[in-house]
């Protein structure tokens, strides 16, 4: 089989394992017998691994069970289980089919979903989804929040005189300046085009988020160097806070985006806080 079988028993010690164990685990059926089952769950799965342990020795069948375990050579495994109690011999009887290949599937294409392909930053989705659950905390712990729409003055010029392959570099040489210009706990991410969204988190004062948007104009003015060629852009910014300016997703980012429009049109390379 491809799948390991594993004996263990009301104790949680293991009493048995087939040959496939080896290769999932890294570990010789000598290893393991009379130790702890619950010593080879990752950490942070063996609460939830000995409640489930509870259901099957109270008779619940269990035919999908998803945990992770930690191989001797220290790699995590992703498995899935089917299990069931045995009364008559009083012990756990589990198969375990490695998935871990399938969980890193799917987890990159999770990331992908949200992520910007060129610049790696969050995307559209991801970015409401993030500025969702801030505006539920700035409520909860009454903080400040602010988001700020960031367009780069310039770069449609530089795009077309220079060709898409220098315009995409230079957006990802943008997008990690401003990453550098905030904090861990802030979000940087790409609306599409030259459009930029950056959420402040548990900033109160209207001054503190202004400096902040006057250093991200400041740096971005700064000479970008793209294949020996020097490119220079700007940036127009607009503020919005909340609640002042909204209290959901769109209402926010809808005021910093006029507000970046009123900075542009009033010829770029300016921050200007939404005023309704």
Known sequence: MLDAVCVVDRHGDFVFVSA????MFGYAPHEVIGRPMVDMVYPEDRPQTLDMVECIVGGQVQPRFENRWVRKDGKVVNVLWSARWSEE???RIAVAHDITERK???AQLLYAAGHDDLTDLPNRTLLLDRLQTSLMLAEREREGLSVLFVDIDGFK???DGYGHAIGDILLQKIAKRLASCVRKSDTVGRLGGDEFLIILNK???TDSVVAVAEKIRNK??????VNDSRLRVAASIGIARYPENGTKPLELVQAADHAM????NN???KVIVADY
């Not at 496939?20 to 290769?23: P, S, T, V, Y």
């Open 20 to 23: 496939a164990f080896e290769d």
């Open 89 to 91: 011999h009083q012990v």
């Open 104 to 106: 890193n599937m799917e």
């Open 157 to 159: 010029e530089i795009n």
């Open 203 to 205: 900033l109160n004062a």
């Open 220 to 225: 971005l003015v700064k000479t970008f160097v």
């Open 261 to 264: 429009y009123m900075a542009k």
């Open 267 to 269: 010829g770029g390379d």
